[in-house]
């Protein structure tokens, strides 16, 4: 009974977490629309709940963020949309499944990566604080580097079209979002996980109890 009620509390609070997820990504705070690509905070909701509620809730929550990424740059489309929205491939149904991994794929792994790590941090006790702060950092960076790094593997050409340069020039242009932008966002999500996750971690324990051992000794045979 207690695991099923635990149960209902993870899926429950899973499906908070993902209408988070979904809000921001529908208000200018979770898509900041910039020239060329539209930066993107949603991923600190998603680094936050793998590490309350484990990668599996990350994963789910990824998956999330890509569908609202997909959504978005359908409905918005920017120079770029085609690299985040299988509606919008330009080169047919490849084109399409390599922007279902882009804004899907991706996605997920930033929920995977940030709940493993924040288990690997508990096992070798680093402080709370620390823990928080690096795997928001480094989820985040899952984030840029995995997008930005299958753009250019996957849609070089494409991408070179869109900002009317030489392909030669699109590994310069793609670091140059990953420092102007991906580096920034991790920043960000660095302090925002460990502030928002120190208060959550605290309030968990009140939210989805542990199963409580017995510790009553056997009664005393008085025969």
């Given at each position: 009974m207690n695991n099923k009620k635990k149960d209902i509390r993870w899926m429950v609070s899973v499906?908070?977490?993902?209408?988070?997820?979904?809000?921001?990504?529908?208000?200018?705070?979770?898509m900041i629309q910039l020239p060329i690509i539209k930066a993107t905070t949603v991923h600190i909701p998603v680094i936050i709940g793998a590490i309350i509620l484990g990668?599996?809730?990350?994963?789910?929550?990824?998956?999330?963020?890509?569908?609202?990424?997909?959504?978005?740059?359908?409905?918005?489309?920017?120079?770029?949309?085609?690299?985040?929205?299988?509606?919008?491939?330009?080169?047919?149904?490849?084109?399409g499944i390599k922007a279902v991994w882009i804004a899907v794929g991706c996605r997920i792994?930033?929920?995977?990566?940030?709940?493993?790590?924040?288990?690997?941090?508990?096992?070798?006790?680093?402080?709370?604080?620390?823990?928080?702060?690096?795997?928001?950092?480094?989820?985040?960076?899952?984030?840029?580097?995995?997008?930005?790094g299958s753009i250019y593997f996957l849609f070089a050409q494409q991408y070179a079209e869109a900002k009317e340069v030489a392909i030669s020039a699109v590994f310069g242009l793609v670091m140059g979002t990953v420092t102007a932008s991906g580096i920034p966002e991790a920043i960000a999500a660095a302090?925002?996980?460990?502030?928002?996750?120190?208060?959550?971690?605290?309030?968990?324990p009140r939210?989805?109890?542990?199963?409580?051992?017995?510790t009553a000794e056997p009664a005393a045979d008085n025969t």
């Open positions: 499906a908070l977490m993902a209408a988070i997820v979904v809000l921001l990504a529908n208000t200018p705070l979770g990668p599996m809730a990350g994963a789910i929550l990824g998956a999330t963020f890509g569908i609202c990424s997909i959504v978005s740059n359908t409905m918005t489309p920017t120079l770029l949309s085609f690299a985040f929205s299988p509606f919008l491939s330009t080169t047919g149904a490849a084109g792994l930033i929920g995977v990566a940030a709940g493993w790590l924040w288990i690997l941090f508990k096992k070798v006790r680093l402080p709370e604080p620390v823990g928080l702060a690096v795997t928001g950092f480094l989820g985040s960076m899952v984030n840029t580097v995995c997008v930005m302090v925002l996980v460990e502030i928002i996750g120190l208060a959550l971690l605290k309030a968990m939210i989805m109890p542990e199963k409580k051992k017995s």
